[in-house]
């Protein structure tokens, strides 16, 4: 079965000060996505940034980055410059490529920004 | 294009009745999934259309749970015969495939309690 994991339920950081939430999967494809959502208290789910598992460059979108190790299975995210509107749910979530088109996610990180 | 639309947003049941919800995606968008997400959880994937097609069905979708996608636009998920464990925000998302690519963008929600 194919799986995500977030070991992380609650992390908390310094406005302004860097964060970085973790995220492993188990698959045995070769051909899959993966993705950082974002969840905020009573509001829909948002992405944040996504890596094409055939990519080695990690991707960045602004302030967030991601550290991709493939042979590890590890797919975690940074956020620099943490802002007081980054405090929300984060789940990491996984496409499979070929005929599966929905997506496995993780239970989930609260993250709380502290001012 | 104002994205993914759900409704209700809250939905109030007695056990042992019917709801129905209602998704509209984003206008062209081939492929529309529902998910659903209990408190403290990842969303858990439901099923999925690609274009009026219901291709695939979770195990979690019991004989209880219905979709449908009549015209390939918006979508219908009802639940018969409510139980107290069907209490959860149901989630639908939309996305346009490329390929392998396939990012999906959520709406807000339903959440529905069931007394």
């Known amino acids: 079965a194919q799986t995500v994991t977030q070991s992380q339920p609650e992390m908390s950081v310094q406005e302004a000060e860097t964060v970085t939430l973790s995220c492993t999967y188990d698959?045995?494809?070769?051909?899959?996505?993966l993705f950082w959502y974002k969840q905020p208290p009573s509001r829909q789910m948002i992405l944040v940034i996504r890596q094409e598992a055939y990519k080695q460059q990690n991707a960045t979108e602004n302030r967030f980055s991601v550290n991709f190790q493939k042979a590890a299975k590890s797919f975690s995210l940074k956020i620099s410059d943490s802002q007081l509107g980054d405090a929300a749910m984060y789940f990491c979530?996984?496409?499979?490529?070929?005929?599966?088109?929905?997506?496995?996610f993780g239970k989930g990180t609260k993250l709380s920004v502290k001012p | 294009d104002t994205g993914v639309s759900q409704n209700p947003r809250h939905k109030i049941t007695k056990r042992g009745q019917n709801v129905t919800f209602r998704c509209d995606p984003i206008s062209e968008h081939n492929r529309l999934y529902w998910y659903r997400q209990t408190l403290g959880q990842g969303p858990e994937f439901l099923t999925y259309?690609?274009?009026?097609?219901?291709?695939?069905k979770s195990r979690l979708l019991s004989d209880r749970f219905s979709a449908e996608r009549p015209k390939g636009s918006f979508s219908t998920l009802e639940i018969q015969r409510t139980e107290q464990g069907d209490s959860a925000m149901y989630l639908c998302?939309?996305?346009?495939?490329?390929?392998?690519?396939?990012?999906?963008?959520f709406g807000a929600g339903t959440r529905l309690s069931v007394l």
């Open positions: 698959t045995s494809e070769s051909d899959y996505y």
């Open positions: 998302a939309s996305s346009l495939t490329r390929g392998l690519e396939n990012i999906q963008y």
């Open positions: 979530a996984c496409l499979y490529g070929g005929s599966q088109g929905n997506l496995i």
């Open positions: 259309f690609q274009n009026e097609a219901q291709l695939e």
